[in-house]
């Protein structure tokens, strides 16, 4: 895998997000692998099942905000596995994110998404624009 | 790598981490990969100097409380690689850490930490005992 497609794949994500696609969440996560999901504050969720609940119960949440992202950086982790680190901005807050892509069927899979609060979040050099319509 | 190699190796990474032991922290990174280290709050880390720069800087903290952890799962993520995600707990608050190994010469190496507070963590049905002796 190219760390632009895994750029691009993690563009895929943040769009899913913000379009509260299921489906699009869905096919942008591992089928294969042991994936694990850790929302900010939330505890670990492990494996696909309760991962796709709980992408289901934050869409399904009216007062969920949108996200934005800055700052990606793709990183080689071996074969065929790259990780974006990127900051995320969510109601003013920053967050910084880990979304480490594994290749299966030649396509980026999340095999790890992890967010946290980011107290100190470098400048934002550009913020991605996603387009939810 | 056996799921089994990776927890022993988090479990070396918290001593290390106690000890504020440099060396066996430079020894438990991955020097092949293009590592990532997500301290809580900070700025991602990228790239060995950089993360072991952090390494030295936390443990010349005198302040800096010592680390426990529970609850570790490990989750294989694709040949040669385990994640251990695991809860620490910090001077009674609790973080919730995902810890990446992959294999190099046969031993698990870290590629990724990331560690984040945990509003809501599982009980703790065993906490590890790091002897710092």
Redesign the interface.
Known sequence: MHPSEAEFANEAFYMAFNRRDVAAMEALWSAR????C?H?????L?GREAIMDSWRSIFANPDQPPVTFHSA?P???????V?V?CYEVVAGSTM?A?N?F?EEDGQPKL??H?????????PMAEETSLDVN
Chains 1, 2 share one sequence.
């Open positions: 692998h042991e994936a694990v850790l900010p504050g939330w505890p670990a492990i950086s990183c080689r982790m071996g074969d065929g596995m990780a680190v910084v880990t480490l594994i095999v790890l992890q967010s946290g609060i980011c107290a100190r979040p470098p």
